[in-house]
């Protein structure tokens, strides 16, 4: 391995942890698309010799390419945040009736809190729905330990095996040995048409033995050290896992446990032995009634949480008011703002939407932030690819000046295919792809438009301008947005057109782009008060008690968009002037 040698003590997160575990358990290849808490697990199995590692175009493709590697012969893994699997869904099931040949782990890295997601889904239950085992470790160790017993459970039963993590485990951090990569050949392929290929008559046949596989997976879950009893103090026992047995062995350390490492099957008979030695069972868990529900279904009766605690993170605080059946108190929520980079060229496109008065379908990255105030420029945001179709209904509906924004990374992982059904569909209006040259909100994670790949490899780039055009886009540009009288006069040209059409605003993320330039200067005597610079929300530009502007040299760039549009020159330009790349 090019980053540890074994036997050495080591400081892993869950996430880090998790991808070691399954390197030292023979792993040949990997795939993801970024998004956080899981992207650091393909990021560190990219450094590991041995282990095939790729950043997939989306999280389908991700799953498709590392099942096919599975099948082939190869010990695979899949990983996404939760709302990656959503992507997923149509091969993952199905991958439940075909089964594998070498282990296959799906991972699913879920966002109680919605830290950086559009949802807070609990991705437990798609184990349930799919008919397939479920593995949670409430620790980075148990993270490292865990997926090696999924590896081989996976090849035992002949299934793909969910393992979830949640953002807690995922990125913190703990002491751990690790240790020498086992030497585990691949498996041999053997063409099986009725295994492999899911014609209905041949996934009928396959549903059958699922559901027998099912009732072995049942006897597992009853048998395995994944789920242990933890005896003390008999007064009250817990049934939980994940981050939550943390939390309650945190609150209530004599109590005694349940804890749950495979969720799904859920040990019925184990349960009910369990309920039977202490006086009052409680069911403790994050987000949904998962493990609550299985519980009641086995005839348990126990003392769950409120709903209102289905809703953000579970905090050990939060445990004594569970067992006294209150209700959830109101989170005060993040006092912080998120805010753009200073210098960073999406701030520009968002600024001349807004002047236009832009009607503006979002998508996921780190631009939508311009939604915020006082941007308030971008209006919807649902899913990825969503800034271009959300888009295509809404401007059939409204007409004219209406924009669809998405970023290059997303544009390829989702984009595409919205793009087309536009041309396809003979729609109108304009797409901004807002092209910073890296998939910025996770990490700057390398695409194919970058020309790179995740072990920083060159590869064939894809041109965004050219594929637009191939896809029969009537009208593509490439707009620098950091010199707005340009960009501005673009967007308008555009909006005001009777095609569709595709702006290009090109500029690199300041997190690759680390050059700074002169920091504008402020005078004072010029300044109306107006507060347009303040309207660009640039974390560099203060407002003082006396209602002057102050600029911030540590935060400044000098990327000049303050300069610009101030209109009384109050501010002036230390930073570059921008050419037009159309």
């Known amino acids: 391995m090019d980053k540890l040698l074994s036997n050495r003590v080591v400081f892993l997160s869950g ?114 729905f799919a008919k397939i085992p479920l593995i949670e470790p409430s620790s980075p160790a148990e993270a490292r330990e865990f997926v090696k017993v999924a590896l081989s459970l996976s090849e035992e039963f002949d299934t793909p095996v969910l393992f979830r993590l949640t953002t807690r485990i995922a990125h913190t951090k703990e002491n751990m040995v690790i240790g020498a990569r086992k030497d585990i050949p691949s498996r041999e392929f053997r063409v099986d048409t009725e295994k492999y290929v899911m014609v209905p008559r041949n996934a009928y046949q396959r549903h059958i033995v699922l559901e027998e596989k099912l009732v072995r997976l049942q006897r597992y879950s009853e048998n395995t050290l994944l789920n242990r009893m933890e005896l003390k103090n008999k007064k009250i026992g817990f049934i939980t896992g994940g981050v939550s047995y943390l939390y309650a062995r945190e609150m209530y350390p004599d109590a005694s446990f349940l804890k749950l490492g495979l969720g799904f099957p859920f040990p019925e008979r184990k349960a009910k032995a369990f309920a039977a030695r202490v006086k009052e069972v409680v069911v403790l868990e994050e987000l949904e009634p998962f493990l609550e529900e299985q519980a009641r279904t086995a005839g348990i009766r126990c003392k769950t949480k409120k709903a209102s605690y289905r809703i953000g993170e579970l905090r050990p605080e939060y445990i004594p008011d569970i067992l006294g059946g209150k209700d959830k108190k109101e989170d005060p929520g993040r006092l912080r703002k ?216 540590l935060y400044c760039t000098g990327c000049g968009l303050c300069a610009q549009v101030c209109p009384f020159k109050a501010i002036g330009c230390g930073g570059k002037v921008f050419k037009n790349l159309r």
């Open 15 to 128: 996430d880090e942890a998790l991808a070691q575990g399954a390197y030292e358990e023979g792993l040949r290849f990997a795939a993801s698309y970024p998004g956080t808490p899981a992207s650091e697990i393909l990021e560190y199995l990219s450094c590991c010799k041995g282990v095939d590692a790729q950043w997939s175009v989306n999280e389908k493709v991700a799953f498709e390419v590392a099942l096919g590697a599975s099948i082939a012969g190869w010990r695979a893994l899949y990983a996404s945040k939760h709302v990656g699997i959503n992507v997923a869904m149509d091969p993952l099931m199905t991958s439940a009736y075909t089964g594998v040949n070498a282990g296959f782990v799906v991972v699913t890295a879920d966002d109680p809190g919605i830290h950086s997601s559009q949802n807070e889904q609990d991705n437990r239950f798609i184990a349930k």
């Open 338 to 553: 998120p805010v753009m980079c200073p210098g960073c060229p999406h701030r520009a496109v968002f600024t001349v939407l807004k002047k236009l008065k832009t009607v503006v379908s979002g998508d996921i990255g780190c631009y939508t932030l311009g939604a915020l105030p006082p941007m308030n420029s971008l209006h919807t945001c649902v899913c990825m690819g969503g800034g271009i179709t959300i888009m295509d209904g809404m401007s059939r509906a409204l007409g004219r000046n209406i924009a669809g924004v998405i970023g290059d990374s997303t544009f390829v992982h989702s984009g595409i295919t919205g793009l087309i059904n536009m041309v396809y569909n003979k729609a109108k209006g304009v797409v901004i792809i807002l092209d910073n040259g890296t998939t910025a909100m996770t990490g700057n994670q390398p695409h194919p438009a970058t020309g790179r790949t995740v072990k920083k490899e060159e590869t064939a780039r894809l041109r965004l301008e050219e594929l637009c055009k191939a896809c029969g886009v009537a009208a593509v540009d490439v707009i620098d947005p950091r010199n707005i009288k340009v960009l501005e006069s673009g967007v308008k040209k555009r909006l005001e057109g009777d095609v569709l059409s595709v702006i290009i605003a090109r500029a690199p993320c300041k997190l690759i782009d680390r050059t700074r330039t002169d920091v504008p200067s402020y005078q004072a005597q010029k300044c109306k008060k107006c507060y347009l610079c303040l309207e660009i929300d640039c974390p560099a530009l203060i407002k003082e008690e006396s209602g002057l502007i102050e600029i911030n040299p």
